[in-house]
């Protein structure tokens, strides 16, 4: 029915979404209410509920059902009209020249029913989070679409979203691997302790047969999967199967195991390029690679709305990846570390971060040691000198950071890009375009004005909105020369955003 | 600031001044939180004296002398925010610096500009005075205190540029 080649020569066709969506928005809706019903109705009897529920589920199947059966779509020569002819009337327009992405989602109801999710995000900065239309067609024909949707929006390209074909091949171990080690190092610190705390607990329990100990081992096992299990399956679950490749000017991704997701996005949609480490992953010389791209959002992708183009991987091979994925992004990188004035800066603050600390902590020492000095039993003994101990350990993390914030911080001002490198357990390595800067901040505080430093903010346009990423500590001169640079370049009229 | 101002900002690419009924606007709007914040601390010094915890009532200085610090700020930060103020605004970019603090230089090139503003606040209303708002597809960078007659006339002058670029573009 829908076999055209471009979109204009696309028959007018005027459609409904397949009929699956109405058990989806009434399972959604009704879940919900649900729970409205059982934390506000405890006193009524279960056959009222039963019969309550029951008709709710009938009223929200006709509602949707309505809904379903005056809602249409219309492919038109030039745009996509999203109509919706109910008491809350809605027509939608979404021309194709804007369409910044086209992707496909399948959820296990999708599955189930042979149907697919089509997300259309237009290039806006607004509602950047949620696509623009989210509807439900057929497997087949949901392909279809897409297909020749992405034909007008990646012209010149032939269409190769049926290849499976993946520039590098992650295979499960990579999976595991990217999600155990790309979780914040803070959070599985956290995560490891807890873990180690319930396994201790555990053993404590087992030999003293106390049960405070295991409800104690109970509750730290909890939060180690809050902090590090979940996210680190949550992450493995959603990469499952990653596929990328890059085919003229168009990047192509797949993944998933539960919802798979079919992304795709042109080379001059991402503004930055960022190569992230966290500290497990960089011990084991493992990288993973993020881009910045405007108009990819999709509502059902668990908040990630920045795609990453490569795991965890090898170094090298992530390198690989940069020159195979985004050349575009790759240059000559020649860092610049920061200068003297921000070695004393940055001790000053240490300095003045630390007697606020010792200013803050030292009379609660003091009453902690003088209240539990009357005790002898181990645990007061923990407690008295607690508090003393935790504010070394924050010095010791204060000193730390001052001294990796020496060391990590970089800024290179390349001809067509520059990069910034931030971070102190997770690293990033920002390698940013020009012509993609939409305003510079250049701030300088009291301490920095005396050692003649200031530190560079730089905003774009992202996947959420808008983004900003700060730089180290830098002469002004050389954070203004970011700036002079994106004026020449706009002179020059290279700049104009596209 | 005189009549002829946005001519002058045609003409001149150099950083201009705000005028000084920003200082009195500043003066009004610290005089009116400063009140605001005391009456607070009233309420919260009268249930800490009704309160025999020593540990309570030892915030009690704390707070005053963060109270006088602040009013030494209220009273010096306007002064140092017109004295430093700065902004330029050419066929290309807008440049603001300004700070009493931390000093900040803003760049805007006018190419990234999507929508431009006035907005005025009561106090602002009052002395003729009002802010104007650039957006960018990165944020917003705003032009403080300006008078109304020449807020518009950057407003209107912005739009013109903007317009020129896209003519150009197309």
Redesign the interface.
């Known amino acids: 029915m829908l076999c055209y080649g471009t979109v204009s020569d696309l028959p007018e066709y005027s459609t409904r979404m397949h009929p699956v969506i109405i058990v989806e928005n009434t399972f959604r809706t009704a879940i919900a209410l649900l729970i409205i019903l059982f934390i506000s109705t405890k006193s009524l009897d279960m056959p009222i509920i039963a019969a309550i529920v029951a008709t709710a589920l009938i009223l929200l199947l006709l509602f949707y059902y309505r809904q379903w059966r005056l809602t249409f779509i219309h492919f038109g020569k030039t745009d996509i009209v999203v109509e919706r002819k109910t008491l809350f009337k809605l027509k939608k327009t979404l021309p194709y020249s804007r369409i910044a992405s086209i992707n496909l989602n399948r959820g296990i109801l999708n599955r189930l029913s042979g149907t697919s999710k089509l997300m259309i995000n237009i290039n806006s ?1 607004y509602n950047a989070i949620v696509p623009e239309a989210s509807l439900t067609f057929e497997r087949h024909l949901a392909d279809r679409i897409r297909d020749n949707v992405s034909d007008y929006i990646y012209r010149d390209e032939a269409s190769p979203l049926e290849e499976s074909t993946s520039t590098i091949h992650f295979t499960l171990t990579d999976v595991i691997f990217h999600g155990l080690f790309s979780v914040p190092t803070q959070q599985s610190i956290i995560g490891g302790f807890f873990f180690i705390y319930s396994i201790i607990q555990q053993y404590y329990s087992t030999v003293s047969d106390l049960e405070t100990n295991s409800g104690t081992a109970v509750i730290s096992m909890f939060l180690f999967f809050i902090f590090l299990a979940v996210p680190a399956i949550r992450h493995m679950i959603y990469y499952y199967g990653f596929k990328v490749h890059r085919h003229g000017e168009t990047i192509y991704l797949e993944h998933g195991l539960i919802r798979t997701y079919k992304t795709s996005f042109k080379i001059s949609r991402v503004n930055a390029i960022t190569i992230k480490t966290t500290l497990f992953s960089r011990l084991l010389g493992r990288s993973c690679i993020e881009a910045e791209v405007v108009g990819i959002a999709s509502s059902d992708s668990g908040g990630n709305t920045r795609p990453l183009i490569s795991l965890l991987a090898n170094d090298r091979i992530s390198q690989q990846l940069l020159q195979e994925l985004v050349p575009e992004f790759v240059y000559e990188r020649q860092g610049e570390k920061q200068p003297i004035g921000a070695k004393n800066v940055l001790i000053i603050r240490g300095l003045i971060a630390s007697a606020i600390l010792i200013s803050i902590m030292i009379y609660p020492s003091i009453l902690a040691y003088n209240s539990f000095a009357s005790n002898s039993d181990g645990l007061s003994t923990i407690f008295q000198y607690m508090l003393p101990i935790t504010t070394s350990l924050v010095l010791i993390g204060i000193a730390y950071s001052t001294h990796i914030s020496l060391k990590v911080r970089e800024l290179d001002i390349g001809k067509e890009l520059f990069t910034f490198v931030n971070g102190l357990l997770d690293r990033e390595i920002v390698i940013m375009n020009y012509d993609k ?10 301490i920095s ?1 005396q050692f003649n430093v200031a530190k560079g903010k730089i ?3 992202s996947s959420t909105g ?3 990423i700060s730089s180290g500590l830098f002469s002004e001169t050389s954070l ?1 020369r970011i ?1 002079d640079i ?2 020449e370049r ?2 020059r ?1 290279l ?3 596209t | 600031m005189s009549g002829n101002t946005v001519d002058n900002v045609r003409s001149a690419e150099t950083y201009r001044r705000l005028n000084k009924k920003c200082m009195l606007s500043m003066y009004i709007n610290n005089a009116i939180t400063y009140i605001i914040l005391s009456i607070i601390l009233l309420l919260i010094f009268k249930l800490i004296t009704l309160s025999d915890e020593l540990s309570v009532q030892s915030i009690i200085p704390l707070i005053l002398v963060s109270m006088i610090l602040l009013l030494i700020y209220f009273i010096i930060g306007p002064w140092i925010y017109y004295e430093r103020y700065r902004y330029m605004i050419t066929s290309d970019k807008i440049d603001v610096r300004y700070g009493i603090i931390i000093l900040r230089h803003i760049l805007v090139p006018i190419e990234r500009v999507h929508q431009v503003q006035v907005s005025r606040g009561p106090v602002n209303n009052l002395l003729g005075l009002a802010n104007v708002n650039v957006t960018t597809a990165g944020g917003v960078a705003t032009i403080s205190y300006l008078e109304v007659d020449e807020a518009e006339k950057i407003v209107e002058r912005l739009t013109d540029l903007i317009n020129a670029m896209l003519r150009d573009s197309e």
């Open positions: 900065g800067v939409q305003m510079i901040h250049v701030n300088r505080g009291p004005r905003f774009m346009l808008t983004n900003s203004e700036g994106i004026m706009s002179a009229t700049g104009r955003y």
